[in-house]
């Protein structure tokens, strides 16, 4: 029943800054719940970016602590990753995900290019 989808994804130039919007259906925003942000790069394999508990606390992953800032609407259910001082290394495939108790989800992924 949960649908997630990622919006936001496109080509920015290095030291520019993205958005991203997770837009989660069906989806009830609890002290239990994990959000979270993943990238697949080509060749590399799927990493943390970014997760938020459903109580608000947040980790990163280490290549990005710093300049990206997950953040949560739970009125409108939908998680965002602002990346900011954007790198060629960046460039990946961006995952929402959604766990819960009862449910994994993981979104269709958002396509990030960060060139010259």
């Known amino acids: 029943q949960v649908q997630l989808v990622e919006s936001g994804g496109g080509l920015v130039q290095p030291g520019g800054s993205l958005r991203l919007s997770c837009s989660a259906s069906?989806?009830?925003?609890?002290?239990?719940?994990?959000m979270g942000w993943y990238r697949q790069a080509p060749g590399k394999q799927r990493e943390l970016v970014a997760l938020?508990?459903?109580?608000?606390?947040?980790s990163y992953g280490d290549s990005v602590r710093g300049r990206f800032t997950i953040s949560r609407d739970n009125a409108e259910n939908t998680v965002n990753l602002q990346m900011n001082g954007l790198r060629p290394t960046d460039t990946a495939v961006y995952y929402c995900?959604?766990?819960?108790?009862?449910?994994?989800?993981w979104g269709r992924g958002a396509q990030v290019t960060v060139s010259s």
């Open positions: 069906g989806a009830t925003f609890s002290r239990f719940v994990l």
């Open positions: 938020m508990s459903g109580g608000g606390a947040t």
């Open positions: 995900n959604f766990r819960s108790s009862v449910d994994n989800v």
